[in-house]
């Protein structure tokens, strides 16, 4: 039978639809009324063929299923019904049960198993558990469709060729299931909006994605948050907690400043990435986990491998797929692009309406080194769309902090440095040189001592001269 949409309208709300697929007649009818007495509209079937149809047809929220149907095997019937795009959550029931059907069931995807006789209160519970679990399920899919539209490649603003290129791996590394990431570039560059990318738009998308920024957590507590902990594992521990890698099952977990993370922990770690396995502080059971690892750094682990700041197991087992998200000074092509992404989402966000970018500030944004990259040019951005008075983005408010920065040259892309008229003298312009060399590389010596045509050799021991070396 059908069923009228109109006829299940309460308040505004429509409630949950009930399937009831059993051919013995007097338990369907007993099924119904005790369901519809709950507040649920049900709808009942004497054989699969029709009761399949009728959930094609009606997309209900749950189906109670028998085993054993004169037409039809169950099984198969929940196998057809999985198979749908609004998949109901499925409750079996049978006069038959063993534990090989139900775990058959379970695996197949039924949401629960029920032997007959059963009461009728132990049925309700049931029912009321699986659709509970439902709707916090629907709840989360569309967090996570939300997500993904926020998310989009389209959110990697730029036109630029090192743009197109990042785009263009994390679509194909979205079309597949890597099991590590190790993201590098400075600070700023968008690290953390690559690996939301990266996972709203894989194959975990539905399951939770997990930061944890290594830096800003005191060790003791980072550990306690990676694993979890048993009770009485220490004296706080007044009860288990599970640790975000517990948590992220089945998604994945983001640990940002990855570089900053002690070499004792780094120990510890190695194993849960290695074979996605580990155990709770004060547990004596390996907990097992299926997750994306993906990892963070502005750092060059590399470097900090070789000086024993980074342990070398684990960087191999992060550095299986590695990408480097640029610069803004690689991507200038960018800004303007960025300049005017900015402006209009600040404009929504603070309910302002700057319509005019002077030439002036745009052509300081072309010049600027940027050294915190797009979050710099965003926080300069929000706080000139702040407190401009007009239409127009006002000079005053954009102004870029000049004398103590990297510029870019028209055109040509080369660094220049202000050096104050005031304090000129050979010492200070060296040492301000190879300063701002190394920030501009991350301090990385040897692309560094390339940019100023030295040899690495030259740059450490100017780099000890004007103790900038450890």
């Known amino acids: 039978m059908g069923w009228d949409e ?20 007097l338990l369907c009818k007993q099924l119904h009324k005790a369901l519809t007495q709950e507040g649920y509209f049900v709808i009942t079937s004497f054989e699969g063929g029709e009761g399949l149809q009728i959930a094609k047809r009606e997309n209900p929220d749950l ?25 109901p959550t499925t409750i079996m029931m049978t006069a038959h049960g063993s534990v090989e059907v139900a775990v058959s069931a379970i695996r197949d995807g039924a949401y629960d198993f029920i032997e007959k006789p059963f009461p009728l209160d132990k049925l309700k519970v049931m029912v009321r558990n699986a659709l509970k679990i439902r709707e916090l399920n629907n709840s989360l899919s569309a967090v996570a469709m939300r ?19 990042i785009i263009h791996l994390f679509k194909k590394l979205t079309e597949s299931d890597p099991k590590t990431i190790l993201i590098r570039g400075e600070s700023g560059t968008g690290k953390g909006l690559a690996a939301k990318v990266l996972h709203f738009n894989g194959i975990r998308k539905q399951s939770p994605l997990i930061e944890l920024n290594c830096a800003a957590i005191p060790e003791t507590l980072l550990e306690s948050e990676l694993f979890g902990y048993e009770a009485g594992a220490f004296t706080d521990a007044k009860k288990l907690r599970k640790g975000i890698l517990e948590q992220a099952d089945g998604g994945t977990i983001f640990l940002d400043e990855i570089g900053d993370m002690s070499l004792s922990l780094q120990a510890k770690l190695v194993k849960a990435v290695e074979e996605r396995s580990f155990r709770r502080l004060g547990g004596t059971r390996d907990i097992t986990v299926d997750i994306c690892v993906m990892a963070a750094t502005n750092h060059d682990l590399k470097s900090l491998v070789k000086n024993g700041g980074f342990r070398e197991d ?31 989402y600040f404009n929504v966000d603070l309910n302002k309406n700057i319509t005019i970018i002077p030439s002036e500030v745009r052509k300081a944004f072309l010049h600027y080194g940027w050294p915190g990259n797009v979050r710099e040019l965003r926080s300069t951005i929000e706080r000139a769309v702040l407190l401009s008075d007009d239409s127009v983005l006002s000079p005053k408010y954009a102004k870029l902090e000049e004398d103590d920065n990297l510029k870019v040259q028209d055109g040509d892309g080369k660094m220049v440095i202000d050096i104050p008229l005031d304090d000129a003298s050979l ?15 991350n301090w990385n010596q040897t692309r560094t001592a390339e940019m100023l045509g030295i040899t690495r050799e030259v740059l450490r021991y100017r780099m000890k001269k004007w103790g900038l070396l450890s």
């Not at 550095?319 to 005017?340: A, G």
């Not at 010492?427 to 590389?441: F, M, N, P, S």
Request: no cysteine; glycine share 4%.
């Open 6 to 25: 109109n006829k299940y309208l309460r308040k505004g709300k429509m409630s949950s639809l009930i399937l009831i697929i059993e051919d013995e007649r």
């Open 63 to 87: 189906v109670i299923l028998d085993l054993k149907l004169p037409d039809r095997d169950g099984l198969q019937i929940l196998k057809d019904l999985s198979g749908f795009d609004q998949k």
């Open 147 to 165: 997500a993904q539209e926020k998310y989009g490649f389209d959110s990697l603003i730029g036109e630029s060729e090192s743009i197109k290129e």
């Open 314 to 344: 684990l960087y191999h087992r992060l550095n299986v797929i590695n990408f480097e998200m640029p610069s803004l000074r690689q991507r200038i092509e960018d800004i303007p692009l960025l300049t005017d992404y900015f402006v209009s």
């Open 427 to 441: 010492y200070k312009i060296e040492r301000k040189v190879i300063t701002k060399a190394l920030d501009l590389h």
